[in-house]
């Protein structure tokens, strides 16, 4: 069993649009925009990146908002919900919040004796926030949202699966333990975790696969303290049977992917160098930032590329 990871890195989804995706981010959420960066696989959609103040592995959420893609339809192997941690008594200040911003799909719920608020994003993304009762990581409240009440980064992903077991396998030999189980949905966490540690596996036998478009998580990263540990994780999966990509530079850390038998797509990547390699904490996510393979398509990305707010 692996002691390397140490919970949720990022997650990264698809969105329809992406000034939208922004706004409901930044200034419904009051989360921080990090990065503006470009798909570095497509570099003519962005990648945007959601987080506290300097984009901690387990607070980063990323969109690729690509212009036009029909709604993704919800089913089993994905990423169904992703879960914020709030500090309790804050799940009323958030109804009003969400309700003012016209946000869809509220609906208060208790899991494993913690109360949460499911809510969409725009593109019918399946978010809740959960009360916990202490949560270290600070928040980023420059957006709007009061110190008490501002999101501490993931508390977790839920995962929507056709057969939950060789998956929750899968997670015990990355390292996770069983945390408990309430009818069909299985909690695991992370010992000695970033906050982000728990992944709950939800069974459903009988629901149909996913079909991934807007509102889709296209996949869940795990984070490792370095690129050592990354190379003795990639090595272990690779000995356990699963097909690992190389290492790819993805400038702000390093990344490997696997697809699990469950059919998510799982990534491990590296806390270093973070986001602040190439801009200075203080100006995140404001300026246009390029990889350098990318960066002679400058001009036209520049223009083609729908403008967002700050
Ligand atoms: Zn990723």
């Known amino acids: ?11 990264t989804s698809m969105a329809k649009d992406a000034d939208e995706n922004n706004r409901f981010f930044t200034h419904t ?3 921080r925009r990090v990065k503006k960066t470009v798909n570095f696989d497509a570099p003519d959609v962005y990648h945007l990146y959601y987080a506290d103040r300097t984009g901690t592995p387990g607070t980063v959420m990323t969109y690729f908002p690509f212009p036009g893609i029909a ?8 990423v169904g919900t992703t879960v914020f941690s709030v500090l309790q008594g804050s799940l009323d200040y958030w109804q009003d919040r969400l309700t003012q911003n016209n946000v869809a799909g509220l609906k208060k719920e208790e899991r494993f004796g913690e109360n949460r608020l499911l809510f969409e994003g725009p593109d019918g993304d399946g978010f809740a926030l959960a009360e ?10 420059e957006d709007g949202v009061p110190e008490d009440k501002a999101i501490r980064g993931f508390h977790s992903a839920s995962l929507r699966l056709r057969d939950g077991g060789p998956t929750e396998e899968l997670l015990k030999f990355m390292g996770y333990e069983e945390a408990g189980q309430s009818g069909n949905i299985r909690r695991l966490t992370v010992p000695n975790g970033n906050g982000a540690n728990v992944i709950d596996i ?8 996913a079909r991934q478009g807007a509102g889709s998580v296209h996949h869940i ?5 370095n690129r050592q540990r990354q190379l003795e994780v990639q090595r272990a999966l690779a000995e356990n049977g699963m097909q690992v990509t190389p290492v790819i530079d993805r400038d702000y850390f390093y990344a490997i992917y696997f697809r699990t038998p ?11 160098p973070g986001f602040d390699r190439d801009e200075p904490v203080e100006h995140l996510g404001e300026a246009l930032k390029l990889p350098t393979q990318h960066e002679h398509l400058r001009p036209y990305l520049e223009t083609h590329l729908a403008p967002i707010g700050d």
């Open 29 to 31: 959420l009051g989360l």
């Open 71 to 78: 709604r993704g339809r919800p089913g089993t192997g994905e």
């Open 1 to 11: 069993m692996l002691s390397q990871i140490k919970g949720i890195h990022h997650i």
């Open 202 to 209: 939800e069974t459903l036998p009988s629901a149909n696969p």
């Open 262 to 272: 469950g059919g998510v797509l799982f990534e491990v990547a590296t806390n270093e």
């Open 132 to 141: 916990v009762e202490s949560d270290g990581r600070a928040p980023w409240t």
């Open 221 to 225: 990263a795990f984070a490792v303290e």
